[in-house]
T-cell receptor, first 113, second 114 residues
């Protein structure tokens, strides 16, 4: 069965420091991987995706993610965190030919001033 | 930009009522989805639709039904609301499978059943 794991419920980081939000996945076939961000009382906003090609994907607001096939991971990173990055982050996966997107349980990022 | 609009941001209903949640998208997307979001559980798929009048059950369809009479509109119906259906409901749309297209989400409806 397809699944996504976000092992950390919450990540705290000081403003200006690099941040990493972890995601691992399990699928049959080649994955399409996504990161979304959710601010309070809002829907999910798309940040970036991996389809194929370069393992380092760049997205919105300075975020990037690294696809690692051998470790089945797709960690979200940012070199220098901002207080405004504080939000709930979701990783998702789907495979070609399916309608369904599988979401992780989310990681709350808190950036401390 | 794709716009997915959910008709209500907040809704309060009573147990046993029939509840309608409406979602409209303006990008001619074939696929539309309804999720519920609960703390610690992430997003769980209730139903999705890949065309007008076509629907598929998701992971938690019990107690819900859907309607898609027009391509741009996807409605979620709680046939007889219960307190355990108190949740945040999110609608999303996307272009068809084949490519890795992201979903586009509405701002959600926070539904309370009293």
């Amino acid at each position: 069965a397809q699944s996504v794991a976000q092992p950390e419920d919450q990540v705290n980081v000081a403003e200006g420091n690099p941040l990493t939000v972890k995601c691992t996945y399990s699928v049959s076939g080649n994955p399409y991987l996504f990161w979304y961000v959710q601010y309070p009382n809002r829907g999910l906003q798309f940040l970036l995706k991996y389809i194929t090609g370069d393992n380092l994907v760049k997205g919105s607001y300075g975020f990037e993610a690294e696809f690692n096939k051998s470790q089945t991971s797709f960690h979200l990173k940012k070199p220098s965190a901002l207080v405004s990055d504080s939000a709930l982050y979701f990783c998702a996966v789907k495979t070609s030919g399916t309608y369904k997107y599988i979401f992780g349980t989310g990681t709350r990022l808190k950036v401390l001033a | 930009d794709v716009k997915v609009t959910q008709s209500s941001r907040y809704l309060v209903k009573r147990t046993g009522e029939k509840v309608f949640l409406e979602c409209v998208q303006d990008m001619d997307h074939e696929n539309m989805f309804w999720y519920r979001q609960d703390p610690g559980l992430g997003l769980r798929l209730i139903y999705f639709s890949y065309d007008v009048k076509m629907k598929e059950k998701g992971d938690i369809p019990e107690g819900y039904s859907v309607s898609r009479e027009k391509k741009e509109r996807f409605s979620l119906i709680l046939e007889s609301a219960s307190t355990n259906q108190t949740s945040m409901y999110l609608c999303a749309s996307s272009t068809p499978t084949g490519g890795g297209q992201p979903q586009h989400f509405g701002d959600g409806t926070r539904l309370s059943i009293l």
